[in-house]
């Protein structure tokens, strides 16, 4: 699943994606994790958020997913306060605890769910369609972002 999930963000026009290796310059914590920007000239923006993540394993201060175990892995996607209310049934501002593991359901992220985005942990048939139409959204807010800040 993850690699379709691949597959059609970097189909995406003007996707740039940071995937850190071992040996790379990039510390070991993000080896074998993905970051996706929209960037029309090809390079990461310095000072622009991902418009989606995929973490393949816990960080010492995000750990409620429980990403540890085999086969196990989080799509984080910025979706804005509306669509985040839309998918949890709750406000980004003041949404309720819950367990941030369970697979395949859309949670608030455990750390930047305040900031408007939502995780799916392990994606699967139950929110793979919704999860591809978000990814557009979610790339299409970056693009309009990058637009109205270069100012055409």
Not at 19 to 37: L, M, R, T, V
Not at 47 to 60: M, S, W
Request: charged share 25%; net charge negative.
């Amino acid at each position: 699943m993850m690699e379709h999930i691949l597959k059609a963000i970097r189909s995406l026009d003007d996707v740039v994606e940071l995937a850190p290796e071992a040996s790379s310059e990039f510390p070991e914590i993000a080896w074998g994790d993905h970051f996706f920007y929209y960037s029309p000239d090809g390079t990461v923006p310095a000072n622009t958020q991902p418009f989606a993540t995929i973490v393949t394993k816990d960080y010492p201060d995000d750990t409620s997913s429980n990403l540890d175990p085999d086969g196990r892995w989080r799509l984080n996607i910025h979706v804005g306060s509306d669509k985040f209310s839309e998918l949890i049934g709750e406000s980004s501002k003041t949404f309720t605890p819950r367990d941030f593991s369970e697979a395949d359901v859309f949670l608030p992220h455990p750390v930047y769910g305040s900031l408007g985005w939502v995780a799916v942990v392990t994606p699967g048939s139950a929110t793979l369609d919704t999860v591809i139409g978000v990814l557009r959204r979610a790339h299409s807010d970056a693009r309009l972002r990058i637009e109205r800040r270069s100012g055409d």
